[in-house]
Structure formats: structure tokens, C-alpha cells
């Protein structure tokens, strides 16, 4: 069992940015598959962001470009930096955690972003 906590949303304008934070409450080497998703209002959730064991990443078309993941086993930690955000990006940013050995995935509880225009 692992607890993800996210920090670091809030509002911003167009064009601004915003560094996502997602604290792992124990090691994040054993989860493959590092991630973060989004949900706006009445849409369906949708990958952001991926990190395959710090070796690849993968990132929606929307994104690119301007998000960056990054992970940090040390602090387990995960970070999303999101730049030159456009109101289109305003979700609930999710963490993701998934281990291809055990098949068990774990998600965080979402942190609202907003960004006006």
C-alpha cells in the first residue's frame, strides 16, 4: 500500500506556470510507471504525463512541449512542471503510481488546477 499526496495547484494566468508535487509515503523504485493524469468538468480522465523508470517519458500532444515530468526516487517524489499553461489545462491533476511486477496501481486524491485567461 502506498498513500501519493499531490501539492502544488492553485490558480494562475494564461501563460504562467506552475510546478505539481507528488509525495510518495514510502519508495516509488518499486513502481515502474510514474504518472500524471487530469479531469475537467465533465470530461474523462486523460493521461498527462508519463516516466518509465526514469529511462522514458511519454506526454499527451496537448502538452508537449511544455510539461515536464521528472521523478526523484531519493525524496519519492514525482513533480510535474507545467509552462505557458492555457485555460484548456484547468483539471483536477491526479498522481498515478503502477508497478508492471505486481500489477497494483495507486492513485492520489488530485489537485485542482486553474488557469484563467
Known amino acids: 500500500q502506498v498513500q501519493l499526496v499531490e501539492s502544488g495547484g492553485g490558480l494562475v494566468q494564461a501563460g504562467g506556470s506552475l510546478r505539481l508535487s507528488c509525495a510518495a509515503s514510502?519508495?516509488?523504485?518499486?513502481?515502474?510507471?510514474m504518472g500524471w493524469y487530469r479531469q475537467a468538468p465533465g470530461k474523462q480522465r486523460e493521461l498527462v504525463a508519463a516516466?518509465?523508470?526514469?529511462?522514458?517519458?511519454n506526454y499527451a500532444d496537448s502538452v508537449k512541449g511544455r510539461f515536464a515530468i521528472s521523478r526523484d526516487n531519493a525524496k519519492n517524489t514525482v513533480y510535474l512542471q507545467m509552462n505557458s499553461l492555457k485555460p484548456e489545462d484547468t483539471a483536477v491533476y491526479y498522481c498515478?503510481?503502477?508497478?508492471?511486477?505486481?500489477?497494483?496501481?495507486?492513485w492520489g486524491q488530485g489537485t485542482q488546477v486553474t488557469v484563467s485567461s
Open positions: 498515478h503510481a503502477y508497478s508492471t511486477l505486481t500489477g497494483y496501481d495507486y
Open positions: 514510502r519508495n516509488i523504485f518499486s513502481f515502474n510507471v
Open positions: 516516466d518509465s523508470s526514469g529511462a522514458n517519458t
